[in-house]
């Protein structure tokens, strides 16, 4: 029990990566109904971006400040995956919009297939080291060790969920998403452009998985093609799990996710006499996803809506 303090801490940090990820899943299916699988791949080529960007910054500018080039490399890194979303977006996914729903989603994983293939032939398979930019070492507070990555990702969470309630509940571009939502035709009466406000949403989720991207190479210290899709997957269930298109439950789906991986995966040995390891830990948390779904289908936070006529 000495080790729980220490795992919930290591469990809130990769359900935040997750909720960052699941966020952007969720705004796009609250507005037009879609799963956008590829969203793991814009995670993946915002990741490999900053890793580009850093790595140029440190030849042509070395005496830049550590803070400051990290924030250029998120910006930059926003800026390209948001721009590829749109392309996305109004290339692959509007022509189908009044399609079957099959149509699109499985234009949705041809467009992951794609980034990720183009993402190996451009970069090569191999997996590339993330530079080191903050120091390794570990602050202690009791029995709890956290990383300035680990700090990172907690701070630039909670402040990016803030941001993005605000923007949903108080803005008028968030008046306009809810709109579209609810009814596109009738928004479009009241002076909405939907296609505005649907590339402005996917733009949006492409700059969360962009920086969900950079944090993830900072915590594991590594890129690669692959990268975006066992992220992409955990955190798609997560946003099933708290409620699909649910803001608060996209983050509530996430934390729980990480905590359950992360506690259920340090003493999933020890229970099982070794025949389980950590390495066994998505059964734990796709197993609790299952159970709660069979109970409560629109899940944790989901709103139950009536058929209709």
């Known amino acids: 029990m000495e080790q ?4 919930i801490v290591n469990g809130l940090v990769l359900g935040c990566m997750y909720a960052l990820i699941a966020l952007g899943y969720t705004m796009v299916y609250g507005i037009i109904k ?21 790595g140029w910054m440190k030849e042509a ?10 924030f250029l490399a998120i910006v930059i890194s ?4 948001a721009l590829i979303n749109y392309a996305i977006e109004k290339i692959a996914y509007r022509p189908l919009r009044n ?11 041809g467009v992951s297939l794609l980034l990720q293939t183009l993402a190996m032939i451009i970069w090569k398979p ?7 930019v903050f120091s390794p070492v570990p602050y202690n507070f009791g029995p709890v060790s956290v990383t300035m990555p680990q700090v990172l990702i907690l701070v630039v969470t909670v402040v990016l969920l803030s941001i993005l309630v ?19 035709k009738v928004a479009s009466l009241m002076g909405v452009k939907p296609d505005t406000v ?40 997560a946003a099933v799990f708290g409620g699909i298109g649910n803001l608060p439950g996209a983050v509530l789906g996430g934390l729980l996710m990480g905590l359950i991986e992360t506690i259920g995966g340090s003493y999933l040995g020890p229970i099982t006499g070794g025949i389980l390891g950590s390495h066994y830990t998505d059964i734990l948390s796709f197993a609790v996803l299952i159970i709660t779904l069979v109970f409560r289908p629109t899940g944790l936070l989901g709103e139950r809506v009536a058929d209709r006529a």
């Open 166 to 184: 605000y923007l949903v509940s108080g803005t008028k571009m968030g008046r306009a998403m809810r709109a579209t939502a609810e009814n596109p």
């Open 61 to 70: 500018m070395p005496n830049l400040s550590v803070w400051l080039m990290l």
């Open 126 to 132: 191999a997996p590339k080291p993330f530079h080191r």
């Open 4 to 7: 729980l303090p220490q795992q």
């Open 198 to 237: 649907i590339s402005a949403t996917f733009m949006i989720g492409a700059a969360l998985a962009a920086i969900a991207g950079v944090m993830n190479a900072l915590y594991y210290g590594t890129v690669s093609h692959t990268m975006g899709f066992l992220p992409g997957m955990k955190a798609f269930s």
């Open 34 to 54: 879609l799963i956008n699988f590829a969203h793991g791949e814009v995670l993946m080529v915002g990741a490999i971006t900053s890793w580009m960007t850093i």
């Open 99 to 109: 399609s079957p729903k099959l149509a699109p989603l499985i234009t949705a994983i």
């Open 78 to 81: 926003c800026v390209v995956c």
